[in-house]
């Protein structure tokens, strides 16, 4: 995900919980699951983003010039995230 175009930002998101090639099989957590990760340092109750950055999720509202705005979920505590992206996208 990308937020920087609708293109990058559309349809079922599924966040990666681990680094492989193209073609491996992965783990993914899909919409509805608690993900956590050590190094997050998220600020509880925050409502999460697609980042402006391929791949990321951001605490603040996108406002690149094309920027497109979708929830990606919500921050449990400091590390862990309720991953539930919105349908849509504004």
């Known amino acids: 995900v990308d937020s920087d175009a609708v293109a990058t930002c559309k349809g079922l998101i599924g966040l990666a919980m681990e ?16 993900v956590r ?4 340092a998220w600020t509880v109750g925050a409502t999460l983003y697609a980042g ?9 509202i996108p ?8 929830v990606i979920g919500f921050a449990v505590d ?8 919105s349908s849509d996208q504004q």
């Open 19 to 34: 680094a492989k090639n193209d073609t491996q099989a992965m783990k993914v957590a899909l919409p509805g699951s608690f």
């Open 37 to 40: 990760f050590d190094a997050w």
């Open 52 to 60: 402006e950055t391929l791949g990321a999720i951001q605490e603040t």
């Open 63 to 70: 406002t690149g010039a094309d920027a497109i705005i979708r």
């Open 78 to 85: 400091a590390d862990t995230i309720y991953f539930n992206p």
